[in-house]
């Protein structure tokens, strides 16, 4: 039985205090995953839905976190 080849994507999210300024980066075999993954709201901060991802997790939590809530609160409330 022939093993399926490994296949992975991730994503990198990066904050640099001096500039108050957020990155993010993905890497995938998927085609055009930049579209899918990364979300940043200046003053808010990035969010990584990664490759299976619920697409509305960048959004909501981008508006979660504006509203004021934790990494924590609004992980928990998107999961």
């Known amino acids: 039985m022939a093993k399926e080849p490994l296949m992975h994507t991730y994503s ?10 957020w990155g993010v980066g993905v890497a995938s075999k998927f085609l ?24 509305s997790f960048g959004p909501r939590g981008l ?9 924590q609160e609004t992980l928990d409330e998107l999961l």
């Open 63 to 71: 508006e979660l976190l504006a509203k004021g809530k934790t990494v």
């Open 12 to 21: 990198l999210i990066a904050y640099d205090p001096e500039s108050a300024s």
């Open 32 to 55: 055009a995953i930049g579209a899918y993954v990364p979300y940043a709201q200046a003053g808010v901060g990035a969010i990584a839905t990664q490759a299976d991802g619920n697409p």
